[in-house]
Structure formats: C-alpha cells, structure tokens
C-alpha cells in the first residue's frame, strides 16, 4: 500500500511538472524564434518588455541608406560582415500599442546562439528594431551621422527634463505609439532623446502615405523637416540650412573628393554615403514604381559595391573615420591606403574579423504603405526575398 502511494505520488508530481511546463511555456508572450534563412528568424510578439535605455550598451556603429518614393519605402541596414542573425518581429497591438512589424537584432550573439537566448533576452528584442512599418501605416528607420561635427552635443540631450529615451529606441517607440508621421515628429518632441553608436549620432527617416519627414538632433534640438528629397544616408540634411555659406554652396556647388555636386545638401566635415545619396537622388524615380523598383533601387547602393574596382563613382565618403583623419575634403589619393585595407579584408570574406571586418548590406527591406507589407533581402542575396504583410 504504501508502494503504491509512493508511486502515486510521483506519477502526480510529474504530472504536476508537465503541466507547470505547459503553463509556463503558453505565458510566454512571444513564438519561439523560426529560422528562415542563415542569419533570418521570425517571431511574433503579443507582449514584449519596453525599454527606453536600449542601445546604451550597444558599442557597434552602422552606415545604411533609405528613399521613400510613393507608396514604398526602402532601406539598407549596413553593418560589418559578422557571425550575427537578424530577426523579423511581428508586434500585436494593445492598449496604447498599436501594431507593427519589423527588422531587430542582437549584436552580442552569435548565429548558433538563437536556441540559447533567455526569455528576458527575447522580451527585450523588440527595442532593438531598426526599421518597421505600424498599422497606421506608419514607417521609420534609424541611420547614423557623424556627431563629431555638432561637437557631440546631439549626443547629450534634445529637451532636459522631459522623459528620456534613448536614440536606438526611438523606431520603436514611434512604431507603438505614432498615428501618423507628423504625430511621431510630435511625440518625439516632447522626450528627450540621447546617446548614439559612441562618437556617431543617429537620425531617422519617418513617413506615412501623406508625407516624410527626415529627423535629427541639432544643437540640442530635435529638428524635422518634410521637403527634403526624400533620401538618407549618413550625413546631417538639417544642418545649417539657411546661412551665408549654405545658401552659397546650394548654387554653386561643393567639391567632394574631387567631384563638385551641385544642389545637394550641405555637408559637414565627416559627412558619409555621399556617393550612395547621389545615386539613389540619380535614380528615384524607379523606386516609386513598385516594390521591387525599389529593392532595385536599393540594390544599386548595397555596401559591397564600395570594394569594387569597377564602383562608379567610387565611393570615397565610406573612409572617413577619425583615426584616418580623413574628410570629404581631402584628395582621392588619400583615401589610397584606407581603401586598400578594406579591399582585402573584403577578399578573405571572414565574419569573425572584428572590429577590422569589411562592412556589407545586412538586409534591404521595402515597406508598402497601402498594403503594409515588408519585403526583405538578406545578406546582399538578391536572388531571393521574403515576404510578410502587417495584416
């Protein structure tokens, strides 16, 4: 009799631990991660943890590009060629969430790392989307800009006192709680945005179907301005755009690393992605066609094309980091060295070279407004795409 209690009593309190599991296992707010490509997983959110501080951590910078054109959005996430996944995030809408889905990652683990991720790790992902589209049809993305040239002050604060937010949290807060683009730009205004990828600064293309809006961080100002090109790499497009100098160098051009562009915005000293935002303004007009006039678009500016001998024209605005000490002005044949640095890290196409790896296009997502779908190439493979749509 009491063999048979014993027994009891185990056969109930594994039954008891399955059912816990199973407990446990339907309260997590999130699916577990399906892979769908190397370095591409999907996930669906009902819940997630919001965290206003992402990025303080982050110490990685990254180049990208983005056009809106019509009823598309493009864009480029470029960052070094590392051992990192990618990661599809579908968020559902609550009580002051609206939903959205877009592109996250982690920069601090590994591709064979996915299954070893914690559920605090998981919960924390979606702070870290780099571009989405909301229900309302809502779309931004976050590039970088060289906040050496504001003297750093872009990374300090944009209005003290109010509710701080960290600049690598700001497409997500936008993507939860914007009803259109010029509500983000009013959002936005009333927090105090921060921080930055360490000396470099971030701002943000953000759009709905009516307008777009390019937004940065200006002497500690948030400044938005909605008649631009519609184009965004890695330069300041707001800065100082109405004084002597600017108005002066908007007719009569400026001369980058040996080429004069003429109506083109005014370019600090670090200024980056000149070349990418002179193409994309030469080609516009096909990424307003469709989706995948756009991903063509977009293909024309993937990173990689900088290491190319046959890279017309050569993309000399890509080397320009401090330590080389060299800068929109100085002449072609100083970038010899640099460029050729980068070339042959390029050749070994090794993903554990770090921080010295060669960068390249981590995704090309297109974004259809009236539809809100995401189509979304992976690692400069635009032989295939993958489609997901909002609704």
């Known amino acids: ?56 951590n982050v110490k990685q910078g990254f180049a990208c590009s983005a056009v809106r054109n019509g009823n598309f959005y493009g864009r480029n996430l470029d960052l070094d ?21 877009g592109v996250a990652a982690m920069f601090e683990i590994k591709s064979n790392g996915v299954d070893k991720l914690s559920e605090a790790q998981l919960l924390e992902l979606p702070n870290m989307t780099f571009d989405g589209i909301n229900e309302n049809g809502v779309v931004m993305n976050s590039n970088v800009v060289p906040a050496v040239d504001l003297d750093f002050a872009a990374l300090l604060s944009t209005n003290y006192g109010k509710t701080r937010i960290h600049s690598l949290a700001v497409v997500r807060y936008v993507l939860d709680h914007a009803k259109s683009a010029a509500h983000g730009v009013e959002l936005l205004k009333g927090m105090d945005i921060y921080g930055g990828y360490e000396s470099w600064g971030i701002h943000w293309l953000l759009a709905d179907e009516k307008e777009t809006y390019i937004i940065e961080c200006i002497d500690g100002e948030l400044v938005a301005r909605n008649d631009t090109d519609n184009i965004m790499t890695n330069f300041y497009v707001n800065y100082a755009p109405n004084t002597p100098y600017a108005k002066h160098i908007a007719k009569t051009g400026q001369k980058v690393v040996g080429k004069v562009y003429e109506g083109f915005p005014i370019l600090t000293p670090h200024a980056c992605g000149v070349e990418r935002y002179a193409i994309l303004k030469e080609h516009y007009e096909e990424g307003g066609k469709s989706v995948e006039g756009m991903a063509h678009l977009m293909e024309r500016v993937k990173y990689t094309q900088t290491y190319e001998a ?82």
């Not at 599809?88 to 002051?96: D, L, N, P």
């Not at 070994?348 to 539809?371: E, S």
């Open 1 to 56: 009799m009491q063999h048979k209690s014993k027994y009891h009593s185990r056969v109930m309190a594994a039954l008891l631990l399955v059912l816990m599991l199973a407990v446990t296992a339907q309260a997590a707010p999130f699916t577990a991660p399906k892979k769908l490509a190397d370095y591409l997983y999907y996930m669906e959110y009902t819940d997630y943890v919001p965290d206003l501080a992402t990025g303080e």
């Open 81 to 101: 060629y590392a051992d990192v996944p990618e990661f599809v995030i579908k968020v559902a809408a609550k009580e002051g969430r609206y939903a959205s889905i």
């Open 310 to 391: 046959d890279t017309e024209p050569f993309w000399y605005t890509e080397f320009n980091e401090d330590k080389n000490h060299l800068t929109i002005a100085n002449a072609p044949m100083d970038f010899k060295a640099q460029i050729q640095s980068e070339v042959d890290t390029y050749k070994l196409h090794d993903r554990n070279i770090h921080p010295n790896n060669f960068w390249q296009t981590w995704h090309t997502a297109v974004y259809d407004f009236a539809n809100k779908t995401l189509r979304l190439n992976i690692q400069e493979d635009y032989s295939k795409h993958y489609d997901f749509k909002l609704n």
